[in-house]
Structure formats: C-alpha cells, structure tokens
C-alpha cells in the first residue's frame, strides 16, 4: 500500500513544484500596468481621425520632431528596423503598430513627416503618423511627457511608451541609443497573443 502511495505523492509535488516555478516567473517577467492612458481622438496626416482607446493592438507610441538632431531619428530608425522583426512573425500591422506623434507640429507638416517616413524606411501598413497641434500637449501631459520649444529646438522627454490593448501604458522605453531593440520585442511579444502570457 505504501508503494503505491509514493508514485502519486511524487507525481502531485512535480505538478506543485511546476505550477510554483510558473508563478514566479511569471511575477518576474510580467509588465506591470504603469498608468491609464485616457481615451482620445487625434488628428493623422492623411486628415482622418486615430483614437487611443481600447485597441487590438499593442502599440508603440514615440513622440518626435523631424529636425531632432539625436534621440528622435534614432528611436525611429530602430522601430523601422523593429518593424522588420514584426513582419518576420506576421505581427506588423495586424497584432502590433507604431505611432509616431510629432510634437513640432508648426514645422511638421503632412509632406515633412511624408518625407521623413520614406527616408527612414516606415511601413505604413503598421504606422500611425500624428500631427495634431491642438490635441498634442494634452496627450504629452498625460502621458508626463515634458515638451518645450526654445527658437527652433524643441527639449523634450526621452521616453517612448509600450500600451497594451487595453489602453495602458506597460512599459516606458528609453529613446536614441540606448532603445534597446531585443528588449522591446521582447515586451511586445509578452503582449501579444503569441506571447509567454
């Protein structure tokens, strides 16, 4: 009797050591949610209208202008070559799109953000382009992003932000060089449905 006791008591503690494992790897590698973002609607470049809300998409929202000498093209640069990883999986455009918002929009008109996506390679099948002069630093505020234009520099913060489908921001990615492209696909594909969770 007392054998076959032991088989199933040693069954039950590797499914106990099992789910125990899970759940704190999950803890682990699971995003937080880090802020709400509140519903709204803005202006893209082609005149139509982009609501953030409640989406079937993991987004990526960078907020940008064109003349940046730094950070701006090279977080752009990185999502276009992002966007490359995402097409390999089927995710670009379908489970997953990036916004870009400008926050320049006086010198950002349609035709130099049009410009600025062709030189950097944007697929427009996943891309949102953003220019919304009047709806933009409510956005940036709520989102804690610091914008201020100084003559024709505009100092702002170096974050871009991961949102989830549900409208909340799940991580706050760092911009220019030290955007890391492994890391954010990697987040991205926590969010998605062919993700760990």
Known sequence: ??????????????????????????????????????????????????????SKKVRVLELIYTSCPDVCPITTQRLAQLQNELKKDGKFGKEVEFVMVTIDPKVDTP?????????IGLDKSGWVIIRDEEKMPELAKKLGFFVQKTGK?????????????????RA?????????????????NSLTKGGLF
């Open 172 to 188: 706050y990615l760092p911009m220019g060089t030290k955007f890391d492209k492994e890391d954010t696909l990697d987040k991205i």
């Open 153 to 169: 520099t505009v100092m702002h913060s170096n974050t871009a932000f991961l949102i989830d489908k549900d409208n909340n921001v």
């Open 111 to 119: 035709d130099v953000l049009e410009d600025y996506a062709k030189r």
């Open 1 to 54: 009797m007392k054998r076959k006791m032991i088989v199933p008591f040693i069954i039950l503690m590797i499914v106990i050591l099992g789910i125990v494992s899970y759940l704190i790897w999950k803890e682990k590698h699971e995003l937080p949610v880090k802020q709400s973002l509140p519903s709204m609607t803005m202006k893209k470049i082609d005149g139509t209208t982009y609501s953030f809300g409640k």
